[in-house]
């Protein structure tokens, strides 16, 4: 058995994990910042990134709903509920009202954001490993053509600067 062979493994599994945790750690930076900005307002693009998250992966707050009591907007619209963008598509009557909580998502947005993160970035790495399998296999040819090159004469009359073609034909005139 060769000797560290079953390092590979390990060191890519912790090479990922490195990168997911990195992930996950900007991603929470960057969702309470954004959380926090919020008022509420379409022209605002940290409003509008927030509405359209919690719309599209049907989630509420950071880790759930209760999260929006801490936030400036929820403290100054003092109306005890959160953007309608944490409704349930079931909800027709939603009006985001904490008292309603069934009418909320439950799951928080962070953990889903990060979920999707992380597919897409193995979607990235498997892409790049195959490109890097590309780029070996074209290297591999390439040995292979320059070990084919030495032994035949043919390329050895290229590289001399004779001319195979000719030396067959004033060979033929004698």
């Known amino acids: 058995q ?3 062979a079953g390092a590979a493994p390990w060191a890519s599994a912790v090479f990922l994990n490195l990168i997911f945790w990195g992930v996950e ?3 929470d930076r960057s969702i309470q ?3 926090k900005t919020y008022n509420g307002t379409n022209p605002d693009a940290a409003s509008r990134a927030v ?3 919690q719309r599209q992966l049907h989630c509420c707050g950071i880790h759930n709903y209760s999260d929006w009591e801490n936030t400036d907007w929820f403290k100054e619209t003092k109306n005890q509920s959160v953007p309608l963008s944490c409704c349930t598509e079931t909800a027709s009557s939603c009006n985001g009202s904490l008292a309603h909580p069934s009418n909320l998502y439950a799951e928080g947005c962070e953990a889903l954001v990060v979920k999707k993160l ?4 193995m979607h990235v790495i498997w892409a790049a490993l195959a490109f890097a399998a590309i780029q070996l296999l074209g290297m591999l040819c ?4 320059l070990c084919r090159r030495s032994r035949d004469p043919a390329y050895e009359l290229l590289i001399t ?3 195979y073609a000719c030396e067959k034909t004033q060979a033929s005139a004698f």
């Open 2 to 4: 060769v000797a560290g």
């Open 33 to 35: 910042k954004v959380y």
């Open 161 to 163: 600067g004779g001319t």
């Open 25 to 27: 750690t900007e991603v």
């Open 51 to 53: 509405d359209y998250v």
């Open 118 to 121: 992380q597919e897409i970035m």
């Open 142 to 145: 390439a040995c292979i053509v």
